[in-house]
């Protein structure tokens, strides 16, 4: 380690130290700055003593994060992460510089990364493995194209050809780049690969990425996600190396599936949370953790961090889940789907910088399928409520309750007909919520659990 | 059972469909089903042909860049079938970049110019580093209607003179930023950059569409009156 790198170091440790101790705050941000002031390289001198495993895609990337982090110390003792929300260069330098690897092994880092910065990482982290779970058009993204993304991480993988690219094979889109890498493929394959369907309309990335043809799908599992094939030349999804063989059981709070045959369980909803157990069960495979431990990690208790959260009011259980895009939407729809109760939807929308300020994303999410669930009553808010309103009301719900005014949230919630009780929000709604539940005493801070 | 049924045709629905489009298409069905008439939509895309005698309405969104260009490969295999639908008087929507290929040409971001379909002469130049993104509120010239929507465009473009606005820019950018026209009217046709579903949003336009496309294929009923039953939308 270079002068300049170890005292970029001690500055980030003396830094957090200040941070964490005297303001309270997660500092994992600014001691990072500092020392990346110092020695703009100061991690490529930290990063030697690791195996880093970068994390990155639109969506999944926190929950892959936790989950592999938690399947790798099922065999090793040393094994960092960095905490969500801190996945630019920054964040990422201060998690590095704060960790203090036990001697003995070599430690592993366990990496998530905003697409836009996987160059910039990798070019310092010299990554061992890349992962990647999915690709899709984000509408808080800055209107990036899911192409340039893609191009994006390319430019990061492209640095280490010997790294293995761990991928979701589902995804048409990672099969383009012609990457000379070792490759990890998992995916879906509960089905017969016997039917011909093409990608329901609204579906972003089905263009083949031989001749971009349109794609046909076997099957397909969500958005652009299945087992693809083209009708103008050989094209088709690879072989998988792990794959989904069977779904046992979906329910709200927890998923039963088999692994190539062999039963496993997440203590999370949401058929696109299989993908990450899938990313992360891979990863696990690839550092020769067995399948015994991967189970024990999926299955144990520890909270798992994911995009739903679940509060006590009065007499009614409530989910609380953040909604921002139309696939994300459709997974929490998906999600519902599989609630064998009865429940009632509240549904909050508002049009602020972070929720994305422009609503027509709800025209594209499909609130139609709603009738395919126990779903008993519907109703919208937030400062777009009439939006919503219009939106579901077209869906085929006709006239509903709005919410027009979110200091009467708590009241609306108490009062719904069922005791299962879903409220799906926009960020900065979901922060007017919180606050809300907060006054009245059902939840401790406003800000975050 | 409805007795009534319209056929729409959501081209290259799965390539152009950014920001809620096909919303288009769930307003219009909304409102048909109202009134009993039931609405069909198939999309067409690369490898189905257009049969220009099909549809009462044809929906052509915008779509990111790179779709767009693959869109532009295979649209001389549809065009003259597209034009065909339009000069007779064929109801059309097309949105964003849907709106730019209808005309003569337009040019991307980086310079390069790419043709349209040339069945309306509107030409559409790029802007570096900058976008029109926000709240539009137009008014429609012929009938004092107030339309509003949500801009979201790299592209100016700029009407021939034979065509004429949808409306005059209120509030917002419109087709250039210049000229305070917002989309256009050719025939049956309507261009816009409405990306929060102009159908959605305008009810009245929504019906005033709905009312030509079922004067078109059932002529001897009288929509007219039904249709002023229905309250239309419009936030
Ligand atoms: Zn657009």
Known sequence: MSLRSSLATFVGNSSHFVLKDILHRGGTSLPGKLAIKIDPNVMTSLAEKYDVILITGTNGKTLTTALTTRVLREKYNNVITNPSGSNMMQGITGTMLTAKPKAGEKPIAVLEVDEANVEEVARQLKPKAFVLTNIFRDQLDRYGEIYTTYEKILKGIRLFPEATVIANADSPIFMRGNLPNPKVYYGFNHEEASGDMRAPYNTDGVLSPTDDSILHYHFMTFANQGYYFSKTDDFKRPELDYAITKLNKLTPSYSNFDIDGKPFQ????????????????????????????????????????????????????????????????????????????????????????????????????????????????????????????????????????????????VEAIEAQPTEHVYVAATYTAMLQLREQLKQKGYIKSGMEG | MADYKLQTAHLYGDLMNTYGDYGNIIALSYYANLIGVDVETQVISLEDDFDDT??????????????????????????????????????????????????????????????????????????????????????????????????????????????????????????????????????????????????????????????????????????????????????
């Open chain 1, 266 to 409: 997440i203590e999370i909803g949401g058929q696109y949370n299989i993908y990450n157990a899938m990313a992360a069960y891979s990863v696990g495979r690839f550092m020769g953790v067995s399948e015994s431990q991967i189970k024990h990690a999926f299955e144990s208790n520890a909270q798992i961090f994911g995009r739903q959260e679940a509060v006590k009011v009065g007499d009614k259980d409530v989910t609380i889940v953040l909604i921002k895009n139309p696939v994300g939407a459709n997974q929490v729809i998906q999600m519902m789907s599989t609630d064998d109760q009865p429940f009632s939807l509240i549904a909050l929308l508002n049009a602020n910088y972070a929720d994305g300020i422009d609503t027509s994303w709800i025209w594209d999410a499909d609130f139609e399928s709603l009738a395919d669930t126990n779903m008993q009553a519907i109703s919208t808010g937030g400062e777009r409520y009439k939006d919503l309103y219009v939106r579901i009301k077209m869906a085929g719900y006709g006239d509903q309750p709005v919410h027009e005014d979110l200091t009467k949230i």
């Open chain 2, 54 to 235: 099909a549809y009462d309405f044809v929906l052509f969104g915008g779509g990111q860049d790179y779709e767009q260009m693959v869109v532009t490969k295979d649209l001389p295999g549809k065009s003259e079938a597209i034009k065909r639908y339009i000069e007779n008087d064929g109801v059309f929507l097309g949105v964003c970049g849907g709106f730019q290929l209808l005309g003569d040409y337009f040019v991307l971001a980086d310079g390069t110019r790419v043709e349209g379909i040339k069945a309306m002469m509107h030409y559409t130049l790029n802007q570096t580093d900058s976008r029109f993104i926000g709240n539009v509120v137009i008014e429609d010239p012929t009938n004092g209607d107030v339309y509003r929507g949500f801009e979201n465009h790299q592209g100016r473009t700029f009407l021939d003179a034979e065509e004429r606005p949808l409306g005059m820019v209120k509030q917002g950018n419109g087709n250039n930023g210049e000229d305070g026209g917002e989309g256009l009217v050719y025939k049956n046709t309507y261009g816009t950059y409405f990306h929060g579903p102009i159908l959605t949003r305008n009810g009245n336009l929504t019906l005033r569409l709905l009312q030509t496309m079922l004067e078109r294929r059932y002529p001897d009923v009288d929509w007219a009156s039904q249709i002023a039953q229905l309250e239309p939308e419009f936030f």
